[in-house]
């Protein structure tokens, strides 16, 4: 694992835009790994800005995400993939068939799971996966003690994740019980894993996944056994090192 | 179902109310309390505030799509992106175009609506044409431009299965006393627009039974002191609505606030969005026009302002800036007048015990937060989950 360490939040991002754009101007069909959640937003936006400069297109690259709540069709605004069409794919001119997030209205999940899985393979897949941090080591939607060699997946949202949900519906039915994820096996296929890690918070979760052992566990910890990552984190992420 | 809405402010009819208690039962509001029971079910959102969901009369479409595309997927997605704007209620609009897009288009809305929209609910489809005058067709096409014909409109709303609840129509055209008269009979909403009627003509269609100006100062004759014209009989007439577009570009600030003074609580805020709203800067089209928008500003190759890319709380936002009026008044523009024109204010269009709990939450700089519809919340800003990411 190779750690970056940048000064802060914007640093983190310009510097994963940086690389990010020089894979895909140097690439003749390159395939990204998308995720969403609130750290990787600044590098959308970089994106964004360079697109706009022109420096760089996206006609020729593929995009995976992670992860998209069950239930949700791509319409509703509380949807990833609603999330990632209003926080990049809109902005840069990607046509969006080369856009996918696994569906989470498919009538039948565990299908949906494996045809998202060939996607990814049919396109050679995942050249630079993009990551974050959850602070109990998640990622994608892989809580803690989910296998190492899980495959794309449907898992039950927690009761404490739904929790903290609920005071936004009136009715815990209203929650989304279920999302449709990349395993961890997927993730680790990737060629190259750029995890992005940005504040104190935070400061824990990366000490463990650089010095903590590998366990199920602490899902993020087996990156330590790939053979290319890239770590980009902040001063305030690394105080804990 | 029962809960209350905890929260700093609440824009209420005449004032906006201090911290408190909201009790939001069966899909509707009730009374707002300083104290609730110790058992009672809370949603938090201190340090917020609540507003009556906005209801937009006038949109064509946002985020991409327009009710023209003809498509179900378009209206879901229109009603999804109105959402996240704090839009709880609009009416899907068409605008003029060949008989066989209106169609296409109506049907669309139709079905959509039928098999229940993910986002804001349509109050009914607004016909924006084709029965206009070609002096001001601004981004409508003369092509299909004809005199209003009640058998054309039977075979619409029939394709709409009785959905139509407004249209739009220049009054100066043949048979359109006649055609005004009858939507009147039939319930349904007339507004004037892109015409070069007289003052007069416009104070018959009045009469007639039309309500409602489309908007006002764009696609009609101004106002000249001798010659009061479209602009005029809106103007005068306190009883009529007028729609108006705060984005700076469709009316001078000054003139909105100009207007608002004149209109009071019957100026309408509307949008008139296509679909370049929320869209980068780029190349799109309306209806069969191409269109360039830059800085935000959707014009045709002729330099008509095609539609606009305003965001209703944006609207709401500028008319506050610029008038001296309190928020609540300018926000129940854009919520409580819509609803008063759609004759829907019984129970849709403020936060009021017994109406229907259409409700978004705000940040200090008047940013949505979450949107309810019924009392349900249906979106809300960032999604959790994987929050901590």
């Given at each position: ?6 000064k802060d939040?914007?640093?983190m991002s ?28 600044g590098l959308?936006?970089n ?5 706009q400069?022109?420096?760089?297109t ?8 992670l992860?998209?709540?069950?239930g ?14 209003e926080?990049?794919?809109k902005h840069?001119g990607?046509p ?6 696994p569906?989470?209205?498919a009538a ?5 799971a494996l045809?998202y899985?060939?996607?990814?393979q049919e396109?050679?897949?995942i ?10 080591g998640?990622?994608?939607f892989n ?10 997946h449907?898992?039950?949202?927690d009761?404490?994740?739904?929790n903290?949900?609920?005071?936004f519906?009136?009715t815990?039915e209203?929650?989304p ?12 296929q990737?060629k190259?894993i ?20 590998v ?6 910890s087996i990156?330590?056994?790939?053979s290319?990552?890239?770590?980009i984190?902040?001063?305030?992420a690394?105080?804990?090192? | ?13 005449n ?7 909201l009790s939001v039962?069966n ?8 104290t ?5 079910e809370v ?5 917020y ?5 906005l209801v ?8 991409g ?7 179900k997927?378009?209206v879901?997605?229109i ?6 704007l704090?839009v ?5 609009t ?6 066989s ?8 809305v139709?079905e ?26 601004g ?5 299909y ?11 619409w709303q029939s ?8 249209i739009?129509l220049a009054?100066e055209r ?5 055609f ?5 009979d ?7 627009g892109?015409t070069n009627?007289?003052?007069g ?6 009469a ?12 009609m004759s101004?106002?000249?002191h ?12 306190t009883n009529?609505y007028a729609?108006?577009?705060c ?7 000054d003139?909105a606030?100009?207007?608002?003074k004149?209109?009071?609580e ?7 969005c296509m ?12 209806g ?9 500003v ?13 965001r209703l709380i ?11 009026q ?6 129940h523009?854009?919520?409580?007048t ?6 829907r204010a019984?129970e ?7 109406k229907?709990?259409d409700y978004?939450?705000?940040d200090?700089?008047l940013?949505v ?5 019924n009392?349900n ?6 999604t959790?989950?994987?929050e901590d990411?």
């Amino acid at each position: 694992m190779e750690l970056i360490k940048v000064k802060d939040y914007n640093e983190m991002s310009k510097r994963a835009c940086s690389f990010i754009i020089e894979k895909v101007n140097n690439m003749e069909k390159p395939v990204l790994g998308l995720a969403t959640g609130s750290t990787p937003e600044g590098l959308y936006q970089n994106l964004i800005e360079k697109y706009q400069k022109q420096e760089v297109t996206f006609d020729h690259v593929q995009t995976f995400n992670l992860d998209e709540y069950v239930g949700l069709k791509k319409d509703d605004p509380n949807s990833y993939d609603y999330y990632m069409n209003e926080k990049l794919f809109k902005h840069i001119g990607i046509p969006r068939e080369q856009t996918h997030l696994p569906s989470g209205d498919a009538a039948d999940l565990s299908q949906e799971a494996l045809q998202y899985e060939s996607l990814i393979q049919e396109a050679g897949n995942i050249d630079v996966q993009i990551l974050g941090l959850g602070l109990n080591g998640h990622i994608g939607f892989n809580e803690p003690g989910t296998q190492f060699s899980s495959r794309t997946h449907i898992v039950q949202l927690d009761e404490s994740t739904r929790n903290a949900n609920a005071r936004f519906f009136p009715t815990i039915e209203d929650v989304p019980k279920q999302a449709i994820t990349m395993g961890i096996d997927t993730i680790m296929q990737s060629k190259m894993i750029v995890l992005l890690v940005s504040g104190e918070k935070k400061a824990n979760a990366l000490s463990q996944l650089i010095d903590g052992e590998v366990t199920e566990a602490f899902p993020a910890s087996i990156l330590q056994t790939h053979s290319n990552v890239m770590i980009i984190a902040d001063q305030a992420a690394c105080s804990k090192l | 179902m029962h809960y209350f809405i905890k929260a700093d402010r609440f824009i209420l009819e005449n004032h906006i109310a201090e911290a408190g208690y909201l009790s939001v039962e069966n899909g509707r509001f009730g009374h707002l309390t300083k104290t609730v029971p110790d058992s009672a079910e809370v949603i938090d959102w201190s340090g917020y505030m609540i507003a009556p969901g906005l209801v937009d009369t006038h949109i064509h479409g946002i985020n991409g799509y327009d009710i023209m595309d003809g498509t179900k997927e378009a209206v879901r997605h229109i009603s999804g992106a109105l959402l996240t704007l704090g839009v709880t209620r609009f009416l899907p609009t068409t605008l003029t175009s060949s008989r066989s897009d209106l169609d296409k288009a109506i049907q669309a809305v139709t079905e959509a609506v039928e098999e229940g929209l993910p986002g804001a609910l349509s109050e009914g489809i607004y016909l924006e044409g084709p029965f206009f005058t070609e002096a001001y067709k601004g981004a409508q096409n003369p092509k299909y431009f004809q005199d209003p014909d009640i058998g054309l409109f039977e075979k619409w709303q029939s394709l709409a299965k009785g959905n139509i609840v407004k249209i739009a129509l220049a009054p100066e055209r043949e048979y359109a006393m006649e055609f005004i008269k009858t939507m009147d009979d039939k319930g349904v909403l007339v507004s004037i627009g892109h015409t070069n009627a007289s003052y007069g003509c416009c104070q018959e269609a009045i009469a007639a039974g039309a309500q409602n100006f489309v908007h006002l100062f764009n696609g009609m004759s101004g106002l000249h002191h001798r010659n009061p014209g479209v602009a005029g009989a809106a103007l005068t007439d306190t009883n009529v609505y007028a729609e108006l577009i705060c984005d700076g570009y469709h009316v001078h600030p000054d003139v909105a606030t100009l207007a608002l003074k004149v209109k009071n609580e019957k100026l309408m805020l509307i949008t008139d969005c296509m679909r370049a709203g929320m869209m980068p800067d780029g190349h799109y089209h309306l209806g069969e026009f191409p269109v360039v928008m830059q800085n935000g500003v959707a014009r045709t190759e002729e330099g008509s302002l095609a539609g606009s890319t305003l965001r209703l709380i944006d609207g709401v936002k500028n008319l506050h800036n610029w008038s001296d009026q309190a928020l609540f008044d300018i926000w129940h523009l854009a919520s409580l007048t819509p609803a008063k024109s759609l004759e829907r204010a019984e129970e849709i269009g403020s936060i009021h015990p017994g109406k229907l709990a259409d409700y978004v939450v705000l940040d200090d700089e008047l940013s949505v937060q979450a949107t309810a519809i019924n009392g349900n919340i249906k979106y809300r800003k960032m999604t959790t989950g994987n929050e901590d990411e």
